[in-house]
């Protein structure tokens, strides 16, 4: 069984000396305890931090990756940041197509397939995120949404290459209100079928939204969940190390 994946995703916050001061306590508290045996820990910082980040993490298992990549590789695009510029400076993963992203920047999935191709390009480990609304839940189309937004990648010759789905319902992010394991594990089970079915049996299924030291354990002992993407508790040292160790608990417990 391969090590489970937690990722830190910092979104808008930390000026340069916070993110500094984040990513050597969390590099601290890892060593410490030895997690890096258990748990495979990458930190998303913002675009402006990340070569800050990455000194920081020089020479530790811990990876570094951003929050997103233009479509592009290079040219005429200001103020956007290539997927190969990320890799130059010590990236290994890159965020994709973010609900954020795809809400509050109009991301489509056509744009979301070209940065996923950048990505490999560049060989950046790309994740993908998905997940329905709280509006396509009520009305039972989680599994439509969902499917949908794994159409590109699963038809592209490309999905043997090495990446990672993030499963974020939209109503659980930042709402401190997490999916129950019951729906948690529905939809990953979903999602392994349709990965499976295309060849794609290699690609860890991470959940995201609203994980806390509180709920980690419970969410990462569900089935076919290969660990999580967090956003506000990985802001904390002490919380996204309490996140980071039910992880590699529950990774012990059933290997
Ligand atoms: P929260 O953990 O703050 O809900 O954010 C989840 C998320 O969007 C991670 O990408």
Not at 33 to 40: E, I, L, N, P, T
Not at 155 to 173: D, G, L, N, T
Not at 222 to 236: D, E, K, M, Y
Request: glycine share 8%.
């Amino acid at each position: 069984m391969s090590l489970p994946l937690v990722v830190g995703n910092w979104k808008m916050n930390t000026l340069v000396w916070q993110a500094r001061e984040l990513a050597r306590g969390i590099r601290q508290h890892i060593e410490l305890h030895h997690f890096d045996r258990s748990v495979r820990i990458v930190l998303c910082p913002p675009f402006v931090n990340l070569t800050a980040v990455a000194e920081e993490l020089a020479g530790s298992s811990i990876d570094v990756g951003a929050q997103n990549c233009w479509t592009e590789p290079y040219g005429a695009f200001t103020g956007e940041i290539s997927a190969a510029m990320l890799r130059a400076i010590g990236c290994r993963y890159v965020l994709i197509g973010h609900s954020e992203r795809r809400t509050l920047f109009h991301e489509n999935d056509a744009m979301i397939a070209e940065k996923l191709l950048r990505a490999w390009e560049a060989e950046l480990v790309p994740i993908l995120c998905i997940g329905e609304t709280l509006q396509q839940r009520q009305l039972n189309q989680t599994w439509n949404v969902v499917e949908n937004q794994l159409r590109g990648i699963l038809s592209c010759q490309e999905r043997s290459k090495k990446w990672v789905c993030a499963y974020e319902p939209v109503w659980a992010i930042g709402t401190g209100i997490a999916a129950e394991a019951e729906q948690i594990k529905e939809v990953h089970e979903f999602i392994r079928l349709l990965l499976n079915g295309r060849g794609c049996s290699h690609v860890p299924i991470l959940y995201g939204g609203s994980i806390t030291p509180e709920n980690a354990s419970v969410i990462f002992s569900v089935q076919n969940v290969s660990g999580g993407l967090v956003g506000g508790a990985s802001l904390r040292v002490e919380s996204f190390v309490a996140i980071i160790e039910a992880a590699a608990h529950a990774y012990r417990t059933r290997s």
